[in-house]
């Protein structure tokens, strides 16, 4: 157990569907992420929360919608997805300090997501 | 834009044998450096890092990683490979946006 929890660990949703996805930390930190790892990719960091701050990558569709009520937890809110949509989606979170990004992520086990 | 490399896409290497796991960095700043290991439908796990300091790096189950940096590399290895060490091992550039490598499968061959 690595302190990051993921619910659900498998998703099977229709294109119209609206679902989403969760990840609790345990671990005091204050930055969490959301990765896409699909088969043909490599990790594709797709939002960050830390210190306070959110950051994103310009390449992750409107269809994902990420949500960080507190530090603890981070949502990834997903509405008509496409069947390229379905990958594992891994959450992680870090301690991190405004001098830097210098501590590991601990990651969840993932979400199996499978878009039909 | 920061990156990392790892050029292999799979190594094989004999139970016994040492083993090398390669990653290269763009040369921009001072660099953070990760390497993180994925079991079959897990999570990653963190298995070390470079901050500052001796180059030379050891972390969990007897991996241990050298930066290099005029060469600006960071690979990862082992004096003895296990079975158990078969694996998909990803290096990490640490930055404000945090930046995987490909990964590399490791197949440890008994």
């Known amino acids: 157990e690595t302190g990051v929890t993921q619910t659900p660990r498998h998703l099977v949703m229709g294109m119209t569907n609206k679902k989403s996805l969760k990840c609790e930390q345990h671990?005091?930190?204050?930055?969490m992420y959301w990765y896409k790892q699909s088969a043909k990719k490599p990790l594709e960091l797709m939002f960050v929360?830390?210190?306070?701050?959110?950051?994103e990558n310009n390449s992750v569709p409107s269809r994902f919608s990420p949500e960080c009520p507190n530090s603890s937890h981070l949502f990834l809110h997903l509405h008509t997805l496409q069947p390229e949509d379905s990958a594992l989606y891994l959450c992680?979170?870090?301690?991190?300090?405004?001098?830097?990004?210098?501590?590991?992520?601990?990651f969840g086990p993932g979400t199996r997501l499978t878009v039909l | 834009a920061q990156s990392v490399a790892q050029p292999e896409d799979q190594v094989n290497v004999a139970e016994g044998n040492p083993l090398t796991v390669k990653c290269t960095y763009s040369?921009?700043?001072?660099?953070?450096l990760f390497w993180y290991v994925q079991y079959p439908n897990r999570g990653l796990q963190f298995l070390l890092k470079?901050?500052?300091?001796?180059?030379l790096v050891k972390g969990s189950y007897g991996f241990e990683a050298e930066f290099n940096k005029s060469q600006t590399s960071f690979h990862l290895k082992k004096p003895s490979a296990l079975v158990s060490d078969s694996a998909l091992y990803f290096c990490?550039?640490?930055?404000?946006?945090?930046?995987f490598g490909r990964g590399t499968s490791l197949i440890v061959h008994p």
């Open positions: 992680a979170s870090s301690q991190d300090e405004a001098s830097g990004n210098y501590n590991e992520q601990f």
């Open positions: 671990l005091g930190h204050n930055a």
């Open positions: 929360y830390s210190l306070e701050e959110r950051v």
């Open positions: 040369v921009s700043g001072n660099p953070y």
């Open positions: 470079y901050i500052t300091g001796d180059n």
């Open positions: 990490l550039r640490g930055s404000y946006i945090p930046t």
